[in-house]
Protein backbone atom coordinates (compact mmCIF):
# COMPACT_ATOMS: atom_id res chain seq x y z
CA UNK A 1 0.00 0.00 0.00
CA UNK A 2 1.42 3.82 -1.08
CA UNK A 3 0.52 4.54 2.45
CA UNK A 4 -0.31 8.63 2.94
CA UNK A 5 3.01 10.88 3.68
CA UNK A 6 1.61 13.41 5.98
CA UNK A 7 4.59 14.96 7.20
CA UNK A 8 6.39 18.18 5.20
CA UNK A 9 9.80 16.87 6.46
CA UNK A 10 12.45 15.87 3.96
CA UNK A 11 14.43 12.85 4.28
CA UNK A 12 18.04 13.43 4.88
CA UNK A 13 20.19 10.22 4.73
CA UNK A 14 23.50 10.34 5.87
CA UNK A 15 23.71 13.38 6.22
CA UNK A 16 23.63 14.64 2.44
CA UNK A 17 21.53 16.76 1.66
CA UNK A 18 19.43 16.22 -1.66
CA UNK A 19 19.95 19.66 -3.35
CA UNK A 20 23.60 18.06 -3.49
CA UNK A 21 22.41 15.09 -5.63
CA UNK A 22 23.12 16.40 -9.57
CA UNK A 23 27.07 16.95 -8.38
CA UNK A 24 27.16 13.61 -6.54
CA UNK A 25 25.49 11.59 -9.88
CA UNK A 26 27.63 13.66 -12.21
CA UNK A 27 30.79 11.65 -10.31
CA UNK A 28 29.42 8.17 -11.78
CA UNK A 29 29.49 9.43 -15.70
CA UNK A 30 25.54 10.37 -15.68
CA UNK A 31 24.16 12.77 -17.62
CA UNK A 32 20.44 11.86 -16.24
CA UNK A 33 19.16 11.17 -12.70
CA UNK A 34 16.48 10.11 -10.89
CA UNK A 35 14.37 12.10 -7.85
CA UNK A 36 12.66 10.56 -5.56
CA UNK A 37 9.77 12.62 -4.15
CA UNK A 38 9.85 11.87 -0.25
CA UNK A 39 13.62 12.95 -0.38
CA UNK A 40 11.88 16.38 -1.44
CA UNK A 41 8.96 16.24 0.03
CA UNK A 42 8.71 19.57 1.60
CA UNK A 43 10.28 21.64 -1.46
CA UNK A 44 6.70 20.46 -3.73
CA UNK A 45 5.38 23.35 -3.70
CA UNK A 46 8.80 25.74 -3.03
CA UNK A 47 10.09 26.65 -6.58
CA UNK A 48 12.70 28.83 -5.24
CA UNK A 49 14.16 25.99 -4.30
CA UNK A 50 13.56 23.88 -7.53
CA UNK A 51 14.76 27.01 -9.55
CA UNK A 52 17.95 26.20 -7.32
CA UNK A 53 18.08 22.79 -8.01
CA UNK A 54 17.47 23.22 -11.99
CA UNK A 55 20.64 25.38 -11.33
CA UNK A 56 22.74 22.38 -9.93
CA UNK A 57 21.74 20.24 -12.76
CA UNK A 58 22.58 22.77 -14.75
CA UNK A 59 26.46 23.47 -13.44
CA UNK A 60 27.00 19.54 -13.04
CA UNK A 61 25.74 19.10 -16.29
CA UNK A 62 22.97 16.47 -15.81
CA UNK A 63 19.41 16.52 -16.32
CA UNK A 64 15.98 15.48 -14.47
CA UNK A 65 14.56 12.66 -16.60
CA UNK A 66 12.07 11.56 -14.17
CA UNK A 67 10.90 11.61 -10.39
CA UNK A 68 9.56 8.80 -8.60
CA UNK A 69 6.22 9.30 -6.35
CA UNK A 70 5.85 7.42 -3.19
CA UNK A 71 3.39 8.07 -0.21
CA UNK A 72 1.10 10.27 -1.83
CA UNK A 73 -2.19 7.71 -1.62
CA UNK A 74 -3.24 4.87 -3.79
CA UNK A 75 -4.20 5.13 -7.55
CA UNK A 76 -6.35 2.22 -7.25
CA UNK A 77 -8.05 3.22 -4.18
CA UNK A 78 -11.68 1.66 -4.01
CA UNK A 79 -12.95 4.74 -1.98
CA UNK A 80 -13.51 7.33 -5.19
CA UNK A 81 -13.09 10.50 -2.81
CA UNK A 82 -9.45 8.71 -1.11
CA UNK A 83 -8.46 8.19 -4.76
CA UNK A 84 -9.47 11.36 -5.99
CA UNK A 85 -7.03 13.01 -3.79
CA UNK A 86 -4.36 10.58 -4.30
CA UNK A 87 -4.84 11.66 -8.19
CA UNK A 88 -4.51 15.71 -6.99
CA UNK A 89 -1.71 15.02 -4.89
CA UNK A 90 0.11 14.20 -7.70
CA UNK A 91 -0.61 17.19 -9.40
CA UNK A 92 2.38 19.31 -7.85
CA UNK A 93 5.09 16.65 -8.64
CA UNK A 94 3.91 16.56 -12.42
CA UNK A 95 4.13 20.79 -12.08
CA UNK A 96 7.81 20.06 -10.75
CA UNK A 97 8.66 17.51 -13.01
CA UNK A 98 7.67 20.08 -16.03
CA UNK A 99 9.83 22.81 -14.46
CA UNK A 100 12.41 20.90 -14.21
CA UNK A 101 12.46 19.80 -17.86
CA UNK A 102 11.74 16.34 -16.98
CA UNK A 103 9.45 13.64 -19.00
CA UNK A 104 8.31 11.25 -16.68
CA UNK A 105 6.56 10.66 -12.99
CA UNK A 106 6.74 7.42 -12.05
CA UNK A 107 3.86 6.25 -9.88
CA UNK A 108 2.42 3.08 -8.13
CA UNK A 109 -1.07 1.45 -9.08
CA UNK A 110 -2.17 -0.10 -5.83
CA UNK A 111 -5.32 -0.53 -3.84
CA UNK A 112 -7.50 -3.26 -2.01
CA UNK A 113 -9.54 -5.34 -3.44
CA UNK A 114 -9.37 -8.41 -5.65
CA UNK A 115 -7.40 -8.30 -8.69
CA UNK A 116 -10.06 -7.15 -11.27
CA UNK A 117 -10.80 -4.46 -8.28
CA UNK A 118 -7.75 -2.88 -7.96
CA UNK A 119 -7.25 -2.96 -11.49
CA UNK A 120 -10.48 -1.37 -12.51
CA UNK A 121 -10.07 1.53 -9.93
CA UNK A 122 -6.36 2.00 -10.95
CA UNK A 123 -7.57 2.17 -14.43
CA UNK A 124 -9.78 5.55 -13.53
CA UNK A 125 -6.80 6.72 -11.33
CA UNK A 126 -4.23 6.35 -14.02
CA UNK A 127 -6.69 8.25 -16.78
CA UNK A 128 -7.49 10.71 -14.65
CA UNK A 129 -4.12 11.59 -13.38
CA UNK A 130 -2.60 10.56 -17.23
CA UNK A 131 -4.77 13.85 -18.70
CA UNK A 132 -3.27 16.09 -16.35
CA UNK A 133 0.38 15.06 -17.14
CA UNK A 134 -0.89 15.18 -20.57
CA UNK A 135 -1.83 18.79 -20.54
CA UNK A 136 1.81 19.29 -19.36
CA UNK A 137 3.47 17.03 -21.69
CA UNK A 138 4.57 14.67 -18.49
CA UNK A 139 4.56 10.82 -18.63
CA UNK A 140 2.73 9.02 -16.17
CA UNK A 141 4.30 5.17 -15.49
CA UNK A 142 3.95 2.40 -13.44
CA UNK A 143 6.54 0.00 -11.89
CA UNK A 144 6.10 -3.24 -10.86
CA UNK A 145 6.33 -2.61 -7.47
CA UNK A 146 4.77 -5.47 -5.14
CA UNK A 147 1.06 -6.53 -5.10
CA UNK A 148 -0.49 -6.88 -8.51
CA UNK A 149 1.48 -4.77 -9.83
CA UNK A 150 4.36 -7.37 -10.06
CA UNK A 151 2.52 -9.60 -11.99
CA UNK A 152 3.83 -8.56 -15.58
CA UNK A 153 0.49 -9.48 -17.08
CA UNK A 154 -2.01 -7.72 -14.37
CA UNK A 155 -0.40 -4.76 -15.09
CA UNK A 156 -0.14 -4.86 -18.94
CA UNK A 157 -3.47 -5.40 -19.01
CA UNK A 158 -4.48 -2.14 -16.41
CA UNK A 159 -2.01 -0.66 -19.48
CA UNK A 160 -4.20 -1.99 -22.22
CA UNK A 161 -6.75 -0.78 -21.09
CA UNK A 162 -5.62 3.14 -20.39
CA UNK A 163 -4.47 3.09 -23.72
CA UNK A 164 -3.25 6.32 -23.42
CA UNK A 165 0.41 7.92 -24.86
CA UNK A 166 1.72 9.29 -21.74
CA UNK A 167 0.35 6.68 -19.43
CA UNK A 168 2.94 3.64 -19.63
CA UNK A 169 5.39 1.21 -17.57
CA UNK A 170 9.01 1.35 -15.45
CA UNK A 171 9.88 -2.74 -15.55
CA UNK A 172 12.18 -3.06 -12.72
CA UNK A 173 14.37 -6.14 -12.84
CA UNK A 174 14.03 -7.17 -9.08
CA UNK A 175 10.23 -5.97 -8.10
CA UNK A 176 8.05 -9.44 -9.05
CA UNK A 177 7.55 -10.41 -5.90
CA UNK A 178 3.80 -10.66 -5.77
CA UNK A 179 3.70 -11.56 -2.16
CA UNK A 180 5.93 -11.88 0.94
CA UNK A 181 6.20 -14.05 3.84
CA UNK A 182 8.22 -14.12 6.98
CA UNK A 183 11.38 -15.47 5.52
CA UNK A 184 11.17 -13.72 2.10
CA UNK A 185 9.32 -13.83 -0.87
CA UNK A 186 6.44 -16.58 -1.21
CA UNK A 187 4.62 -15.80 -4.81
CA UNK A 188 7.60 -14.34 -7.27
CA UNK A 189 6.38 -13.67 -11.22
CA UNK A 190 8.76 -15.17 -13.69
CA UNK A 191 10.86 -11.80 -14.18
CA UNK A 192 11.68 -12.62 -17.39
CA UNK A 193 8.31 -13.20 -18.71
CA UNK A 194 6.78 -9.73 -16.94
CA UNK A 195 9.41 -7.75 -18.15
CA UNK A 196 9.06 -9.07 -22.05
CA UNK A 197 5.16 -8.18 -20.83
CA UNK A 198 5.93 -4.43 -20.09
CA UNK A 199 8.32 -3.71 -22.20
CA UNK A 200 5.41 -2.44 -24.76
CA UNK A 201 4.47 0.32 -22.44
CA UNK A 202 7.55 1.13 -21.21
CA UNK A 203 9.23 4.40 -20.98
CA UNK A 204 11.87 3.97 -18.51
CA UNK A 205 13.66 1.14 -17.39
CA UNK A 206 15.54 0.30 -13.92
CA UNK A 207 18.42 -2.12 -13.60
CA UNK A 208 18.14 -3.18 -10.26
CA UNK A 209 20.95 -5.23 -8.77
CA UNK A 210 21.73 -6.91 -5.63
CA UNK A 211 24.55 -9.35 -5.56
CA UNK A 212 27.21 -9.79 -7.80
CA UNK A 213 29.46 -12.79 -9.13
CA UNK A 214 33.57 -12.65 -9.15
CA UNK A 215 32.82 -12.33 -13.00
CA UNK A 216 30.82 -9.22 -12.32
CA UNK A 217 27.30 -10.05 -12.75
CA UNK A 218 24.36 -9.97 -11.31
CA UNK A 219 23.15 -13.42 -9.01
CA UNK A 220 19.32 -12.76 -9.64
CA UNK A 221 19.23 -11.52 -12.81
CA UNK A 222 20.79 -12.07 -16.07
CA UNK A 223 21.47 -8.79 -17.15
CA UNK A 224 22.33 -9.54 -20.54
CA UNK A 225 19.05 -11.61 -21.77
CA UNK A 226 16.92 -9.13 -19.75
CA UNK A 227 18.68 -6.19 -22.24
CA UNK A 228 17.99 -7.87 -25.19
CA UNK A 229 14.19 -8.28 -24.44
CA UNK A 230 14.79 -4.27 -23.60
CA UNK A 231 16.41 -3.79 -26.98
CA UNK A 232 14.37 -6.17 -29.16
CA UNK A 233 11.76 -4.07 -27.78
CA UNK A 234 12.68 -1.41 -29.30
CA UNK A 235 13.26 0.80 -26.05
CA UNK A 236 15.52 4.23 -26.59
CA UNK A 237 15.12 5.47 -23.30
CA UNK A 238 17.51 5.61 -20.05
CA UNK A 239 18.27 2.43 -18.46
CA UNK A 240 18.52 3.85 -14.51
CA UNK A 241 20.85 2.38 -12.31
CA UNK A 242 19.90 0.85 -8.69
CA UNK A 243 21.81 -0.88 -6.02
CA UNK A 244 19.88 -2.21 -3.32
CA UNK A 245 22.35 -5.40 -2.51
CA UNK A 246 23.68 -5.16 1.54
CA UNK A 247 27.19 -6.60 1.14
CA UNK A 248 28.88 -3.38 -0.97
CA UNK A 249 28.37 0.54 -0.31
CA UNK A 250 26.27 2.17 -2.10
CA UNK A 251 29.02 3.92 -4.19
CA UNK A 252 30.60 0.46 -5.33
CA UNK A 253 27.33 -0.98 -5.46
CA UNK A 254 26.17 1.77 -8.12
CA UNK A 255 29.78 1.62 -9.79
CA UNK A 256 29.44 -2.29 -10.36
CA UNK A 257 25.60 -1.66 -11.98
CA UNK A 258 26.76 0.68 -14.36
CA UNK A 259 30.17 -1.45 -14.88
CA UNK A 260 27.30 -4.24 -16.01
CA UNK A 261 25.37 -2.59 -17.96
CA UNK A 262 28.51 -1.01 -20.09
CA UNK A 263 29.49 -4.35 -20.80
CA UNK A 264 25.73 -5.75 -21.38
CA UNK A 265 25.61 -2.77 -24.02
CA UNK A 266 29.11 -3.59 -25.87
CA UNK A 267 27.82 -7.72 -26.38
CA UNK A 268 24.43 -6.48 -27.62
CA UNK A 269 25.98 -4.15 -30.26
Same mark, same amino acid.
Not at 22 to 43: D, M, Q, R, W
Not at 252 to 257: A, N, P, Q, V, Y
Given at each position: ???????????????????????????????????????????????????????????????????? %???? =??? !???? @??? /???? +? #????????????????????????????????????????????????????????????????????????????????????????? %???? =??? !???? @??? /???? +? #??????????????????????????????????????????????????????????????????????????
Amino acid at each position: MNTLMTSPEDIIVDGQDPMNFPEEAAKYGVNSIELVNTFYFGKADDMSYWTAFKAKCEEAGVQVGLIM %CDVL =GDL !GDAD @EAA /RTRA +I #ENHYKWVDVAKFLGAHTIRVNAAGKGTADEVARNAVDGLKRLGAYGASKGINIVVENHGGYSSNGSWLANVMKTVDMDNVGTLPDFGNF %CIEN =GPE !GCIN @EYD /RYKG +I #EELMPYAKAVSAKAHDFDENGNETNSDFLRIMKIVKDSGFKGHIGIEYEGNDLSEEEGIKKTKKLLEKVFRELQ
